[in-house]
């Protein structure tokens, strides 16, 4: 919690479970510790998929351990930017920008790849599903990142809706919360696109 208020990685998840339940896939893009791995496996139930994405080894070594009693996961040793390879439908996609707490923080994400991963994330998502996006502009490289994916999403516009969350009057910038819902009106152009295969 935040002061009464929660925090964007709870709310992220909150916003999340309203979309997503037993039998859906679902992708985790920026896996690190696992915390949302963890929590979109137990959404999903062992009738369901997640997909866990990171670019480095040490994340993955951990999340594992920590997702241990999940049958449920598939991880992915590469970028999110190469979700399309790996993914071809979801219900939800979350993103956790930034750098590992207490590994290397020079390996963290960046905008270029981001907006080519979100880009992606939004063709491969279902009608009615989710993606979350919680921004860091508090570190350096973060408060760039933070605004080209504002800019990008914004702009993305008709059949979506987007919303935004972030703590106001900070004496330093505050992580802050992207919601999109793909509109359900764009069922059959998805259908279309997707030559009507399942969800996964
Ligand atoms: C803030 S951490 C994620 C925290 C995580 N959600 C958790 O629950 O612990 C960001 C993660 O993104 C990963 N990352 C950086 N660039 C990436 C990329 N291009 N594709 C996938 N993951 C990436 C980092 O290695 C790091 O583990």
């Not at 949302?36 to 594992?64: E, I, M, N, Y």
């Not at 008709?158 to 972030?166: A, L, R």
């Not at 992580?175 to 009106?185: A, C, D, F, S």
């Amino acid at each position: 919690m935040m002061n009464g208020f929660p925090r964007p990685t709870e709310l992220a998840q909150a916003w999340i479970r309203e979309v997503i339940g037993a039998g859906d896939v679902a992708v985790d893009a920026t896996t690190g510790n696992g915390h949302d791995t963890r929590f979109l496996a137990d959404c999903v139930t062992p009738s369901g998929l997640v997909h866990a994405f990171d670019v480095q080894q040490l994340a993955l070594d951990v999340a594992k351990k920590y997702c241990a009693e999940f049958q449920q996961i598939q991880w992915h040793l590469v970028s999110h930017a190469l979700l399309e390879q790996h993914v071809t439908a979801a219900r939800a996609v979350m993103f956790n920008l930034g750098y590992l707490p207490g590994a290397d923080h020079q390996c963290m994400t960046h905008a270029s790849e981001t907006i080519s991963a979100i880009d992606a994330a939004c063709r491969i998502l279902q009608p009615g599903g989710r993606i979350t996006i919680v921004c860091y502009p508090g570190h350096a490289g973060g408060d760039e990142e933070t605004a080209a994916v504002v800019e990008h999403v914004t702009a993305l516009g008709s059949g979506w809706h987007i919303v935004k969350y972030e703590k106001l009057a900070t004496r330093k910038a505050a992580p802050l919360l992207l919601g999109m819902e793909k509109q359900r009106t764009l069922q059959k152009q998805w259908a279309k696109m997707n030559h009507g295969c399942a969800w996964r």
